[in-house]
């Protein structure tokens, strides 16, 4: 069965530093990719996802994930966090055949200052 | 450009009381899905519904029930409210299985 695993369950990073959050993956068949931010008090959001194609892929607030079959990989990467990015980031791989996602148990990023 | 609307925001109910969530999406999605979330737990798949008139069993679909009578709804249920289910719950819809899923903003449920 498909599944996701996020290690770490509280990041820290600081103000200006290098954001990553890993994202290890199985899957028997090619995977659908996601990953989702989620503020406090709110559902979640969007921030990229891997279907077909490039393996690099861009999404918003200036994140990007590349994904590396060799790896069973999706690593988030964001070059300079910001206080903003303060949030919990859940990857998520898609289930084949039952149409469904897989949700990791989710990384909380705290931004120092 | 509301997207996906869920209902009540809070509630706190009484052990063995009964209550119904409701989850309403305006963008025609085909895919409608309610999880809960608790600390350390990430997102649990509880029902989901890949069309009008259908609904299928997720991970902990134990003590829930749900139905889609119609395409744009998708009703969570409790019939008798324990503990345990004190959690966040969210619903989520997309377009297809294998696209995105748009969330809610959650319900917040204290069982006491």
């Known amino acids: 069965a498909q599944s996701v695993t996020q290690l770490g369950s509280h990041v820290s990073v600081s103000e200006g530093a290098l954001v990553l959050l890993r994202c290890n993956y199985s899957s028997s068949v090619p995977p659908y990719l996601f990953w989702y931010v989620q503020y406090p008090n709110q559902g979640l959001q969007l921030l990229l996802k891997?279907?077909?194609?490039?393996?690099l892929v861009k999404g918003i607030n200036g994140f990007e994930a590349e994904f590396k079959k060799s790896e069973t990989s999706f690593h988030l990467t964001k070059p300079s966090a910001h206080m903003s990015d303060a949030a919990e980031y859940f990857c998520?791989?898609?289930?084949?055949?039952?149409?469904?996602?897989?949700f990791g148990k989710g990384n909380q990023v705290v931004v120092i200052p | 450009n509301a997207g996906v609307t869920q209902t009540p925001k809070f509630r706190v109910l009484k052990t063995g009381q009964s209550m119904t969530l409701l989850c309403a999406q305006d963008m025609n999605h085909e895919y409608m899905y309610w999880y809960r979330q608790d600390p350390g737990m990430g997102l649990r798949l509880i029902h989901y519904?890949?069309?009008?008139?259908?609904?299928a069993k997720g991970e902990v679909p134990d003590g829930y029930n749900v139905s889609r009578l119609k395409k744009q709804n998708f009703l969570l249920g409790l019939e008798s409210a324990a503990p345990s289910q004190t959690s966040v719950y969210f619903c989520?819809?997309?377009?297809?299985?294998?696209?995105?899923?748009?969330f809610g903003d959650g319900t917040r449920l204290s069982i006491l």
């Open positions: 891997y279907t077909t194609g490039a393996t």
């Open positions: 519904s890949v069309g009008e008139g259908t609904t």
């Open positions: 998520a791989v898609r289930v084949y055949g039952n149409n469904r996602l897989a």
């Open positions: 989520a819809s997309s377009k297809q299985g294998n696209q995105p899923q748009h």
